[in-house]
């Protein structure tokens, strides 16, 4: 079992919808969690971090953590062409932030 | 520009060659990572270098890969003797320190070995 799962999609969706986006973990010494986004040949960038669970809301995206199911998710409201990328979930190896295991990653698209 | 640069952005190698990659991290970075995307796959950590420390080299796979950081900026990822199974994007990153900073992804070096 990989530490951290996530279904690869791809995920299609109408301009508007809401998205859902998970990933689950196997550790349960896991405490930091991040979403990273990645445009198609570009390099990953930080959307959102957690540290705790319970929901942290920036603009139209919600990450979400479920410590007890140990299920993390990614919520982006009034989807967007421009959200059309790859979605990563990432956590730090324990016992230090240096080092990230990602998930494999889900590819959303967003349709006009 | 400010970011991570890498290059080259895209090599073709014939199998058995040796090949290597450049990293020039953001001015001021003291942290330096690779990591390794396969078709399909997520990021897998390779190496990360932080200041005058010795590397923590516990994700190369394999003692044909190896990587090196001269003057605390620019580092150099080398794979020996590539295979096939070597072909994937390799990224690198930096950040302002160690734990708990903001890591910045370069667009990555497309190796294909043929």
């Known amino acids: 079992q990989k530490e951290v799962e996530q279904d690869p999609g791809p995920l299609s969706v109408p301009e508007g919808a809401i998205v859902s986006l998970n990933c689950t973990y196997s550790?349960?010494?896991?405490?930091?969690f991040m979403w990273y986004r990645q445009y198609s040949r570009k390099g990953p960038e930080l959307l959102m971090y957690?540290?705790?669970?319970g929901n942290k809301e920036d603009g139209r995206f919600t990450a979400q953590v479920d410590k007890s199911s140990k299920y993390i998710s990614l919520f982006i409201r009034d989807s967007q062409p421009s959200d059309s990328a790859t979605y990563l979930c990432?956590?730090?190896?324990?016992?230090?932030?240096?080092?990230?295991?990602f998930g494999a990653g889900t590819r959303l698209a967003v349709h006009p | 520009g400010a970011g991570v640069s890498q290059s080259p952005s895209n090599k073709v190698t014939e199998k058995g060659k040796d090949v290597e990659l450049r990293c020039d991290p953001i001015?001021?970075?003291?942290?330096l990572y690779w990591y390794r995307q396969s078709l399909g796959q997520g990021l897998e950590f390779l190496i990360y270098?932080?200041?005058?420390?010795?590397?923590?080299k516990s994700g190369l796979p394999s003692d044909r890969f190896s990587a090196e950081r001269t003057g605390g900026s620019v580092s150099t990822l080398t794979i020996q003797r590539t295979q096939q199974e070597d072909s994937a994007v390799y990224l690198c990153?930096?950040?302002?320190?160690?734990?708990?900073?903001?890591?910045?992804f370069g667009e990555g070096s497309w190796l294909t070995v043929v």
């Open positions: 550790n349960s010494a896991f405490q930091y």
């Open positions: 990432a956590t730090p190896f324990s016992g230090g932030y240096n080092k990230l295991i």
């Open positions: 001015s001021g970075h003291t942290a």
């Open positions: 270098f932080q200041g005058n420390s010795a590397p923590d």
């Open positions: 990153a930096s950040s302002l320190g160690g734990n708990g900073n903001t890591i910045y």
């Open positions: 957690t540290y705790s669970s």
